[in-house]
């Protein structure tokens, strides 16, 4: 093992690994399942490149104690290695659909390759079947591949997972897999097949810094409030080529009714849980018509549907109706929360979608017009 050569790749590693917890400081420090996930593989990335230089300087040495010094290191850092690329697969599951309850039951099946592989590694302190150390220094055995096939595996699962998600959702995706998948990928095949150079952990601490750059990119385009995406989303789909290159698609513009009288009559804080609960009824409902709800204004939704049917606009519209209903009808708020609505399709041949935006606006206005001649006018807003 070229100890030069280990020494500055783990140095490069910790240092890329450490850039990423100063720079992700304000997001990981909100403490929420995703960000402890993604906190302790970075913790386990500067980890593993300090015990693997100490693997490296322990095997230049001829004596027993540092042999079995190298041995558990090297354990350590191999069963480290299929931890992270397990708890990547569990952060991304969490991180793409948002439900804790289906991304446990399905790491649950996930995990037991991994807990097979810590088996193995127990195993082999005794009998050496994985790896050994000896005079010649780190020795790879025929199952010693196992641990990386496994991880290649984990990495090829998390990308089938990525793109079952993109099948279901229109949304434009602001987290690209492949900033963890290629460099993690890089640093398992080097650690294949240049076990003389350390290339794994470098390679996943470059992965875990390019996921927290997408985080960071993901937050930019949120609104804090609500969780949706914000207006800055939305101009960035408009924009974007992707969103150019169709042919066309519908949206609808809502406001909420009365929202003033919320805020006058029972504070802020209850008109920013109002707006929580519109937040929520319109992203279940457009995740199921693969489109994407945005925060556009104060009080003021937009949704976008991937549709050439203006008939799936109405449908939309008569979902979000009748869950807002059963909200109402279920929580007994001191009010009653309605909506106002504005549809359209939108034809890029035909208009822009600033022209887009302003018949959605006429149109919700109009509704909201129709809303007031049954509702006291004072409550406006």
């Known amino acids: 093992m070229d100890l030069t050569a280990v020494l500055i790749a783990n140095m490069l590693g910790a240092g890329i690994a450490g850039i990423s917890v100063l720079c992700s400081r304000i997001r990981l420090s909100n403490k929420n399942s995703e960000d402890l996930m993604l906190l302790v593989m970075i913790i386990i990335s500067m980890s593993s490149c300090l015990v693997h230089s100490i693997a490296a300087v322990a095997m230049q040495h001829p004596s027993i104690v540092a042999r079995w010094v190298a041995v558990f290191a090297m354990t350590f850092t191999n069963v480290a290695s299929i931890t992270v690329v397990f708890m990547w697969n569990y952060y991304l599951e969490l991180h793409l659909f948002k439900n804790q309850n289906r991304t446990l039951k399905r790491m649950r099946k996930l995990v037991v390759p991994v807990f097979l592989i810590y088996l193995m590694y127990m195993v082999n302190l005794f009998w050496r079947f994985m790896f050994t150390v000896d005079s010649n220094g780190y020795t790879r055995l025929p199952l010693g591949t196992v641990c990386d096939v496994v991880a290649g595996g984990y990495l090829l699962f998390s990308l089938l997972t990525y793109l079952r998600f993109r099948l279901g959702n229109s949304r434009m995706i602001l987290f690209p897999v492949l900033v963890f998948i290629v460099p993690a990928a890089i640093g398992f095949i080097g650690h294949i097949f240049f076990t ?159 022209q887009f935006l302003r018949t959605l606006d006429v149109r919700m206005y109009r509704f909201k017009q129709d809303y007031y001649r049954t509702h006291d006018r004072r409550n406006r807003r």
């Open 196 to 354: 003389e150079i350390s290339l794994l952990w470098p390679g996943i601490a470059v992965g875990i810094s390019g996921v927290c750059m997408s985080v960071q990119n993901e937050q930019a385009f949120t609104d804090k409030l609500t969780g949706l995406f914000n207006r800055a989303y939305l101009d960035y789909v408009f924009t974007s080529r992707r969103f150019r290159n169709q042919n066309g698609f519908g949206g609808i513009m809502i406001d909420v009714n009365s929202f003033k009288a919320i805020n006058d009559n029972y504070g802020h804080s209850e008109g920013d849980e109002a707006l929580r609960i519109v937040a929520g009824v319109l992203q279940i409902e457009t995740r199921k018509r693969r489109g994407f709800a945005v925060r556009y204004a104060g009080d003021e939704f937009i949704l976008i549907l991937n549709t050439d049917k203006e008939q799936d606009l109405m449908d939309l519209t008569d979902s979000v109706k009748q869950r807002l209903e059963r909200f109402n009808d279920s929580y007994r708020k001191p009010y009653r929360l309605s909506l106002s609505f504005g549809c359209s399709m939108y034809n890029p041949s035909e208009e822009t979608t600033d």
